[in-house]
């Protein structure tokens, strides 16, 4: 059978048609799955949805040593953070959502000696970003023990659990998680509530438009908000709490190191182990005060501020408000 030239010409184009169609399913699959490939640490799986409907992934491990430090900087995203056992720096990213952005989107990551450095940028330029669409992106990231933590991201929520070290992170736009924590911790966001609990060391958390939770830190803690409740529990530790439009509660444990709360436009209650020692300081501009401890008064009796000592006195404790009571009670 004689094949013309047109059927031989039909055949290469067949044949051409399926090169392409292939290389481009290769490559659209490699940009959906990057990095080191294999089944990361069991962790991920607490942090992940198990559904795994992202569109693309990207992961990498590091192997590094205790004491080094994670630098995050990401344009968008929430962020999740935990220790493991290995000395590795294990990072998964998922994104999902508008194809433009998603493909746009780049993460760079790098390794100095014990240290690891991770960009997510979303590759648009100049004043107006063409951000039609929507998008996501996850960062879940274990980090070895005794390893450091210092980044930002301009908008996502915060969720670390089992860190220990220094720890100095910023969101715009999300909440904050902390959870089993211990070192120096500096954290905060400009548009979300915080969730603190069971932290050892230093801590200073702010927040420019949420409420903040704390219970059980073992250590001094400045809590600050522009537009919430602050409820401050089970406190070890030097307190300064401020909020410029809420109410704040406060329960005091262990030794008194000091107390320093101030609201604009709410109430205040401090709750004091009955053995406490104490100078007490607390007034309002808008409403009245009441200390059910056993209180020596210093100056004339005023239902809007009292001075005076409980159990000889002893580390200040220091209450304002303009718009609201404070009640100084017995902790039960």
């Not at 050892?200 to 400045?222: F, P, R, V, Y």
Request: glycine residues 16%; proline residues 2%; aromatic residues 6%.
């Amino acid at each position: 059978m004689k094949i013309t030239m047109t059927t031989w010409i039909k055949i290469g184009a067949f044949i051409l048609i399926g090169v392409l169609f292939g290389g481009v399913m290769v490559l659209y699959s490699n940009s959906r799955t990057e990095g080191s490939g294999g089944k990361l640490s069991g962790v991920f799986e607490e942090m992940f949805d198990p559904s795994g409907k992202a569109d693309r992934v990207v992961e990498k491990v590091f192997t590094v040593k205790k004491g080094g430090t994670l630098t995050l900087n990401t344009e968008c995203g929430d962020v999740e953070i935990v220790s493991g056992s290995a000395d590795v720096v294990s990072v998964k990213v998922e994104l999902s959502g508008s194809d433009r952005r998603m493909e746009k989107f780049t993460v760079d990551m790098k390794q100095d000696g014990d240290d690891v450095s991770i960009d997510g940028r979303s590759g648009e330029e100049g004043f107006l970003r063409w951000n039609t669409g929507s998008f996501h992106v996850h960062y879940a990231i274990v980090i070895p023990e005794r390893y450091s933590l210092n980044g930002s991201t301009a908008g996502g929520d915060l969720k670390f659990k089992r860190l220990n070290g220094t720890i100095h992170f910023e969101t715009s736009g999300g909440n904050v998680y902390v959870d089993s924590s211990e070192g120096a911790f500096n954290l905060s966001t400009s548009g979300g509530d915080f969730h603190v609990n069971g932290l050892k060391g230093a801590t200073k958390i702010e927040t420019s438009g949420g409420n903040i939770h704390c219970d059980n830190i073992d250590g001094d803690l400045s809590a600050e908000t522009s537009g919430g409740d602050l409820k401050l529990k089970n406190v070890a530790g030097k307190l300064h709490g401020e909020t410029s439009g809420g109410n704040v509660s406060v329960r005091m444990q262990g030794e008194n190191k000091g107390i320093d709360v101030h609201t604009s436009g709410g109430n205040i209650t401090i709750e004091l182990p009955a053995l406490i020692k104490a100078t007490i300081d607390a007034s309002t501009s808008g409403g009245r005060v009441k200390c059910e401890l056993p209180l020596m008064l210093e100056g004339e009796i005023d239902n809007s501020s009292i001075q005076g000592t409980i159990n000889g006195g002893g580390p200040q404790i220091k209450a304002e408000t303009s718009g609201g009571d404070i009640k100084i009670i017995k902790l039960k």
